[in-house]
């Protein structure tokens, strides 16, 4: 019998992702604050709830894709949160970015009332959920990984088991770290190369020979080339601006769980105040 997938979230990744459940066949329960959001799921196949409650009382595996620790408390454990209204033997995947001591406390409700819990963060962003090639980390108990994995593979390349709970969103944080700081790095190289009067061509071709230059890094060097020629386009500018909000939150989480360690991670702090000019956001404030 095939499973019962709810999703909580429908955001820049969470929406694909949710589309990715639909496609493959699965009896899918959405739920996002924005209607519009709600409204686009159904379009495509989807069933849409009006609260969360009714995503957890109806679904058998709870994917919840939302912004940040705040928000997946309130989903999860909330009066009218997941947890509250899941049937036992119910499994949440929480996919956000947050400390892992928040995946913790989730962990400890949700055993709490006989419910499963991993944390399956992923990377690839919105294209790699669209194209079904995102990579899961997950922290958890192996065998509820192995009832999660077809709704997990719906839209996965790759899903990775980091071990216990918390471990995925350990192993999310240090990928983010790498990722960041790695855009940082080709920024200022290319900043370098053309203030000096010089082609960005060679310096691509090098390092995409010697490996320093990734798929994903040459893709930002390709973005950032079109928001320096399209500096006054608003439209643009909103998606600058929101990519340099996830950013800033995403390391702001990487050093207050560093802090927790007694990890002292100075190249990320100078990184999460830069990540505004790394991406072209045209604030002088956050500049």
Same mark, same amino acid.
């Given at each position: ?37 709600? $409204? ?26 939302? $912004? ?10 909330? *009066? ?27 962990? $400890? ?32 108990? *192996? ?145």
């Amino acid at each position: 019998m095939a499973i019962r997938a709810g999703f909580i979230g429908l955001g820049n990744i969470g929406k694909p992702m949710a589309q990715r459940l639909v496609q493959a066949g699965f009896e899918t329960i959405v739920y996002d604050v924005r209607a519009d959001a709600r $409204r686009e799921l159904t379009e495509l196949g989807a069933r849409a709830a009006e609260s969360c409650a009714a995503v957890a009382a109806a679904s058998e595996v709870i994917g919840v894709c939302v $912004r940040d620790d705040n928000d997946v408390r309130h989903v999860t454990l909330g *009066p009218d949160g997941v947890i509250a209204h899941a049937r036992p033997d119910a499994i949440i995947a929480l996919h956000s970015t947050i400390l892992p001591r928040t995946v913790q406390e989730i962990g $400890r409700a949700a055993d709490a009332r006989g419910i499963g819990l991993i944390d399956a963060p992923m990377t690839g962003a919105a294209a790699g959920a669209q194209r079904g090639t995102l990579t899961y980390m997950v922290g958890g108990d *192996p065998r509820l990984l192995e009832r999660c994995r077809p709704v997990l593979a719906a839209s996965a390349k790759q899903i990775v088991h980091c071990g216990e709970l918390g471990s995925g969103a350990v192993t999310k944080l240090c990928n983010n770290l790498i990722g960041y700081m790695g855009f940082l790095a080709v920024f200022e190289a290319a900043l370098l190369a053309t203030q000096s009067g010089r082609s960005l061509d060679p310096l691509i071709e090098v390092t995409r020979s010697n490996g320093y230059l990734s798929d994903a890094t040459a893709s930002f060097v390709r973005f950032r080339q079109t928001v320096e020629q399209q500096r006054d386009d608003a439209a643009l500018q909103t998606r600058v601006r929101n990519l340099t909000d996830l950013a800033e939150k995403d390391l702001a989480v990487t050093l207050a769980f560093a802090r927790e360690q007694g990890v002292t991670l100075p190249g990320a702090a100078v990184c999460q105040q830069l990540m505004a000019r790394v991406y072209g956001l045209r604030d002088d404030k956050r500049r």
